[in-house]
Each structure stands twice: as C-alpha cells, then as structure tokens.
C-alpha cells in the first residue's frame, strides 16, 4: 500500500464510538485495526475487533467498509458481518455546529460483539448466548446518525443521535447517543518532529448508550457507558488509541478496555486510478 | 452472504468507486477551473475575519512549526515548496501573498470543501495561525531548494 501513496500524518480525534464532523480528506485511505475486551457476567468474557477501511471519496463524502469478528473465551472466534457506512457534510462552511448525516448498512449475524454503537434495549445479557447460537441470527440494519459537533478554544464536543432498523422481522425502530469532548495536550506546535510533544496526544471523553425503541423509549433496559479516550498521533504516520469503559448501570458490561491503531494513506485515490490505468492499458498520467 | 447480496454488494462497491472518482475528478481545482476561481475564494472571507491579526506573527518559533504543519497536512497537495500541484493551486501566487493573515486563516479553518479543501478547524488555532505564518513567509523568503524527507 505504500507503493501507492505517499504516508500522510495524521490528526486523528481519540473517540472510538463517537464521531466528530471531520471527513477523511479527499483520496486518502486510512486502515483501522480496532479491539474491544468485554467481561460477561453469566458468560464468557470476549475480544472482538474489527478492521476498517476509511476513504475520503470528496471533502463532503467519507466511505467506510468495516469487517467484524470476536473471539468469546472458551467458544470459539468467528466473523460476524461487515458494515458500509457513508458521512455526508451538510454544510459547506464552518458553522456554531456543524452537521453530518451518516447512513450505515450492516448485515453481521447476532454474535457480533463489537460494541461500535449501542443502540435500543442493547443489554449485557444479549452476549451472553454461545456463539453457536447467537451466530444463526442474521440482521440487516440500517443505520442512520445525525452528527454535530464544534470545535472551539481546541476542544472539539460532539454529539450523535442514532436511529437503527432492523430489516429483518417487525423490528421497531431502535435509538441510541453518544457524546464526547476532546482536546490536544498542547495548542500550539513545537518546531521539530517528535513523538512525545503534548501537541502529538488527543485527550477526552465519552458516554453512550441505548434509548430504547419506538414503543419504550427512555433509559429504562437500556445499556450505559462512560469511558476515558487518548490518541497519540505518531510523526511516524500511525494514530493509536486507547479507551477503558465502564458501564455505568446493571445492564452493562462491567468493564470494556478498547484500543485501536490506524494509519492513513494520503492521495490513494489518485494513485490507484493510476496504477489501474495503466494496468488496462489506457491514457498515462 | 447469498450470491444476490454479494452481487448487490459488488455493485454498490463498484458504483461508490465510479462516483467518488468522478467526483474527484469534479473538484480537482487544477484540471477544471480557471485560476482567478481558484483563489477567488480568499476574497469571500468576511470583513471581520480579513480584518484578524495573526496572535502570533512576533513569535520567533511560528514559522518553523509552521513549516513542519505545512509538509505534514498541507504538501500533500499544495506541493514540498507550496508551488501547487494537480490538486491544490499555488500558495506562492499573488493573490495568496498578498491575502491578509486573517484570510488565510479564514478560508484554512472553513476550507473549500466543494472544490476538495478539507475544512481544518480540527487543527487548533494557534496551529492554524502557525501555518499562516509559515505562508506568509514564503513571500519574503528565498524559496528552498528541497525539503528533506519524510
């Protein structure tokens, strides 16, 4: 991949489960390596993770193809589906908030464990089912977010509503939050390259959670988080972060420690037009 | 995954890939649009905005980190000297010299996203400023003759 395109550093936000408004910029790839370890009461304890393909198509468009699996302990490790998902910006400016719309398909079977959103009556006790069996539901959800967010002062708050249908069977609508506050260590740059400058960390926070459905909405059987979440930006051209959650009702998983490492690919797009077209032969760059 | 829904899938793969090239295509600033309308977009910044001074045009660290924010998110397009490319116009040209540091710093923060300028307002401001500073310097600058690499 790196004969393709020339390595880009990136400013990554540290949020695992909330999106900010910021795009991928325009024909740059970025691949993502997430995991997720979750403690189970009355279960298995899991990893799941799950590899991302993120493309910036257009300054206003990002697509994104993911691929999910876990491993429950003691079970077995199978994949669980995959997700293609789209953020248009809907506004071409800066604005006091700045809007996203993201639309999501997901086709995975009832075991994926990932964790990405929490959504409806999302509940521990749903991991628990062995693989075997929780692997024969099969759903295809569509996935909507309204997503704002506002960066000011360095610190970036972002919040995003999520609405969920499950295509299969009379599933009602499902919904779902996530919010988060990030900022830099350092606002201003230093001069040299450096791995361990304060400007190189993200630092912030995030909550979310279920809503519940169309008939029950509300808190009540739903699933909570909060958790702490760091990125460090590497001059090096990788983003790693790190987010310990904690659930924060009965109906969580106790404990759920996520890391992630990334690394973006600038003028993929461009390279790989033409790459493919001299491979068939056609008009060279 | 049954054969209809991976066909489905390869279908709307395909299709993103052919739209987001064309669009792309659409935006690429350098193949398509004249280069009054490329820099045509400094003079939209509000009165206001124009009016800005750069907090940090007295700091004698600003240009050097400028010029490291430059080669890190803006040479990819603009180019290692800010010469231009086929994605990004020029920054040594006239009309962007001669711009106020807060129009810079205006359209750096709100970009051109129709024409495939990423808003960059993720970059705090003093970065922002920073980068502005590392711009306007090129104008007094001799321009170098290469910039090590990465």
């Not at chain 1, 519940?212 to 699933?223: A, N, V």
Request: proline share 6%; net charge neutral; charged share 20%.
């Amino acid at each position: 991949m790196t004969a393709l395109a020339p390595l880009a550093d990136a400013q990554e936000s540290p949020y695992i489960v909330t999106y900010d408004h910021y795009l991928e910029e325009p024909g740059s790839l970025e691949v993502e390596y997430f995991s997720t370890f979750g403690t189970q009461r009355d279960g298995n304890d899991f990893h799941a993770f799950w590899t991302e393909f993120e493309y910036g198509a257009t300054a206003y468009w990002t697509t994104e193809l993911y691929f999910d699996g876990q491993t429950t302990f003691n079970d077995s490790t199978i994949f669980t589906g995959f997700r293609w998902e789209n953020r248009f910006r809907l506004l071409q400016r800066e604005h006091f908030v700045n809007p996203v719309l993201y639309i999501e398909y997901e086709q995975t079977s009832g075991a994926d464990k990932i964790l990405k959103e929490v959504e409806g009556h999302d509940v521990e006790a749903d991991y628990a089912i062995p693989n075997g069996l929780a692997r024969k539901e099969h759903d295809h959800e569509l996935e909507s977010k309204l997503l704002l967010s506002r960066t000011f002062r360095g610190w970036n708050i972002a919040e995003n509503t999520i609405a969920t249908k499950n295509l299969t069977g009379g599933n009602p609508w499902e919904f779902g939050y996530a919010i988060g506050a990030s900022r830099p260590l350092a606002l201003k740059a230093l001069p040299k390259r450096c791995n361990f400058c304060r400007e190189n960390f993200i630092a912030g926070i995030e909550m979310y959670g279920g809503l519940g459905d169309r008939y029950r909405f509300g808190l009540h059987d739903t699933s909570q988080y909060l958790a702490p979440v760091v990125a460090w930006n590497l001059p090096s051209d990788w983003t790693l972060r790190l987010s310990p959650g904690f659930g924060l009702n009965d109906d969580s998983h106790r404990f759920l420690l996520r890391w992630g490492v990334s690394r973006e690919f600038s003028g993929f797009g461009e390279a790989l037009g033409a790459k493919l077209g001299r491979f068939f032969g056609g008009r060279r760059p | 995954m049954t054969r209809t829904t991976k066909k489905t899938f390869l279908a709307a793969l395909v299709l993103v890939l052919a739209v987001s090239s064309a669009a792309a295509q659409k935006e690429n600033p350098a193949s398509s649009n004249p280069r009054k309308s490329v820099y045509a977009e400094l003079l939209k910044a509000p009165g206001k905005a124009v009016a800005r001074r750069n907090p940090l045009e007295n700091d004698p660290d600003a240009v050097a980190a400028g010029d490291k924010l430059f080669a890190m998110h803006c040479a990819e397009c603009h180019g290692d000297m800010a010469q231009g490319g086929r994605k990004a116009p020029s920054l040594l040209a006239g009309e962007v010299q001669q711009a106020t540091p807060g129009a810079l710093f205006w359209l750096l923060t709100n970009g051109v996203v129709r024409r495939g300028m990423p808003v960059w307002s993720k970059l705090p401001e003093p970065q922002r400023w920073q980068i502005v500073s590392y711009i306007k310097s090129l104008s007094a600058a001799p321009v170098p003759v290469s910039r090590p690499q990465k």
